[in-house]
């Protein structure tokens, strides 16, 4: 069992940046490869960014490309999203997941929330215009 638990989000206007973290406890962190998606109300869940177990690998939605950044502490078996230049559009409640498979060069599992087994409780993201 791994539990993951979020934090960091909140209010902010457009144009501004927020930071969230996903603490992971239980099993070995970095064993896993750590996925952050979203989900805005009436909306399905949607895939934001991706990182694979050592964090050399980086993935993005097409939506966030540039504004967004994601990254891992193994030693502090935490993710992080680093979310610039924020935008009305990006409000929603943010969830991480936690998956043990890895990242195969093509393959692109990461992007679908069904193919996470481990999930958190969601931080929400509100930016006003």
């Known amino acids: 069992q791994v539990q993951l638990v979020e934090s960091g989000g909140g209010l902010v206007q457009a144009g501004g940046s927020l930071r969230l973290s996903c603490a992971a406890s239980?099993?070995?962190?970095?064993?896993?490869?750590m996925g952050w998606f979203r989900q805005a109300p009436g909306k399905e869940r949607e895939f934001v960014a991706a990182i694979s177990w050592s964090g050399g690998s980086t993935f993005y939605a097409d939506s966030v490309k540039g504004r967004f950044t994601i990254s891992r502490d193994n030693a502090k078996n935490t993710v992080y999203l680093q979310m610039n230049s924020l935008k009305p559009e990006d409000t929603a409640v943010y969830y991480c997941a936690a998956e043990g498979r890895r990242i195969s060069y093509g393959s692109s599992w990461y992007k679908r929330f069904n193919e996470y087994d481990y999930w958190g409780q969601g931080t929400q993201v509100t930016v006003s215009s």
């Open positions: 239980g099993r070995t962190f970095n064993n896993y490869a």
